[in-house]
């Protein structure tokens, strides 16, 4: 296949590096040309920094760029790839905010954290992928699964739930091991004395329905226990996780009076 | 030493089963005989049910039962051993539970998940000694370290604030963990997806500082994708988990400008 990207960042670095294994890499357009001939120079391409440039004789166009800029991109830049499919790479926004401007449109998103210093383990990332074409798609699956043994159809309400799940599982359990050291620092107490406890946690979810294993005070209703919690962090001065103390012990007992 | 236990559950078990191959289980006393019974026989020690009964002559009574009957045990049964060292093993009981009834108190709080059927790897459990007497300190902390090689003299302020710390950690982590689960579950996505990043997430927080370790759309400041979540949470009537995205997401937009 014949490949071009629209950005220069670490998405479409690592995408770009792979797939000139065995594909084409044709063109890397970025508003700041140097960051693109860097990565043009890796992978034989040409960088461009205007649309006059563009060469529309290709098979897919990949647009990695930050969420809020898709949009904008898709209204000026996709007249001039009109029969050419185009995907973005993002996980939490909708298929149609490309096919609403363009009949080719797809998705085409690794659930994978990129740095440009660490090598992807391709092969174990989930690639998801979609399009508004069942041609499209066929073409999508055949790419993904040339990179990775994980391949995933999803439409967008699925994608844009794991996204939202992600928040849940990691940026809000990160929140929850800061606001423990912000409580154990307060007393001078070593936070690595709680570092068992947290890999066990994390590691029982993946064995577990974490419903089923869901521990501590407001699980058993010990409201003793509840009452001195919410004093102490009152007392402390940290109304703050007071209020996230109350919400999440809330949130615990109703689940699991639940079936 | 001559050490005798009130209580003959999981933590009971676990105790006077380590220290009876160094010490001498006097007693077991509980309200149930035929449990008590079956913990003395395992370690050599007579089983008893009423106060009558108590053998004065030993240097150490552990009250190892649940938090609420602590208080309760203390009144009743401290008398009948007036010159006796008396300690619970409670995380989240003060000191002070003890020594507003009895001199000589003290804590021997062993931060482990406790099951009948596992065996604990002792040397590498933390546990936490506090006495209202230097002398009696001094004691619980060569009992500790002939069980420990992690023994911590922390004060009952200290003791609290890692029991607090922990349902931050681990209760409300698994809890992040089982909305995370519905979530993705409403759409029949495969929660097993975030295994990696929740595995991942908990590994970092050992490794470096929860805050500095923070990710995420409220990290970034990306309104747009708060909005969308929110939107998704209210739309699906799940506004319980939306009231929990929002104060999370303003805890660790707080957090974040915050020094």
């Given at each position: 296949?014949?490949?071009?990207?629209?950005?220069s960042?670490?998405?479409?670095?690592h995408?770009?590096?792979?797939?000139?294994?065995?594909?084409?890499?044709?063109?890397?357009?970025?508003?700041?040309?140097?960051?693109?001939?860097?990565?043009?120079?890796?992978?034989?391409?040409?960088?461009?920094?205007?649309?006059?440039?563009?060469?529309?004789?290709?098979?897919?166009?990949?647009?990695?760029?930050?969420?809020?800029?898709?949009?904008?991109?898709?209204?000026?830049?996709?007249?001039?790839?009109?029969?050419?499919?185009?995907?973005?790479?993002?996980?939490?926004?909708?298929?149609?905010?490309?096919?609403?401007?363009?009949?080719?449109?797809?998705?085409?998103?690794?659930?994978?954290?990129?740095?440009?210093?660490?090598?992807?383990?391709?092969?174990?990332?989930?690639?998801?992928v979609?399009?508004?074409?069942?041609?499209?798609?066929?073409?999508?699956?055949?790419?993904?699964?040339?990179?990775?043994?994980?391949?995933?159809?999803y439409?967008?309400?699925?994608?844009?739930?794991?996204?939202?799940?992600?928040?849940?599982?990691?940026?809000?359990?990160?929140?929850?091991?800061?606001?423990?050291?912000?409580?154990?620092?307060?007393?001078?107490?070593?936070?690595?004395?709680?570092?068992?406890?947290?890999?066990?946690?994390?590691?029982k979810?993946?064995?577990?329905?974490?419903?089923?294993?869901?521990?501590?005070?407001?699980?058993?209703?010990?409201?003793?226990?509840?009452?001195?919690?919410m004093?102490?962090?009152?007392?402390?001065?940290?109304?703050?996780?007071?209020?996230?103390?109350?919400?999440?012990?809330?949130?615990?007992?109703?689940?699991?009076?639940?079936?």
């Amino acid at each position: 296949m014949r490949i071009s990207f629209i950005g220069s960042g670490r998405v479409a670095h690592h995408f770009a590096k792979q797939l000139s294994k065995q594909h084409q890499i044709v063109q890397i357009y970025s508003r700041d040309l140097t960051h693109a001939q860097k990565l043009a120079e890796q992978c034989h391409a040409q960088a461009i920094q205007n649309y006059s440039q563009f060469d529309h004789n290709i098979d897919l166009l990949m647009i990695a760029i930050s969420d809020q800029a898709i949009a904008e991109v898709i209204v000026n830049m996709g007249r001039y790839f009109e029969n050419v499919l185009i995907v973005h790479t993002s996980g939490s926004t909708h298929l149609n905010v490309l096919s609403q401007q363009h009949a080719r449109s797809g998705v085409f998103y690794p659930l994978q954290t990129f740095s440009l210093e660490r090598d992807i383990d391709w092969s174990n990332t989930p690639l998801f992928v979609e399009a508004t074409q069942v041609d499209d798609l066929q073409i999508l699956v055949a790419l993904a699964n040339s990179l990775s043994n994980r391949v995933y159809t999803y439409d967008s309400a699925q994608r844009l739930s794991l996204h939202l799940a992600a928040v849940f599982a990691c940026n809000f359990s990160n929140y929850c091991y800061d606001m423990a050291k912000q409580v154990v620092d307060a007393e001078q107490v070593d936070f690595s004395l709680l570092y068992p406890l947290i890999l066990e946690t994390a590691n029982k979810a993946t064995l577990n329905n974490p419903k089923t294993m869901q521990t501590g005070p407001a699980m058993r209703g010990d409201q003793n226990i509840l009452n001195m919690h919410m004093k102490m962090l009152a007392e402390a001065g940290r109304g703050d996780l007071k209020q996230v103390y109350e919400i999440l012990s809330q949130g615990i007992q109703t689940r699991q009076s639940s079936q």
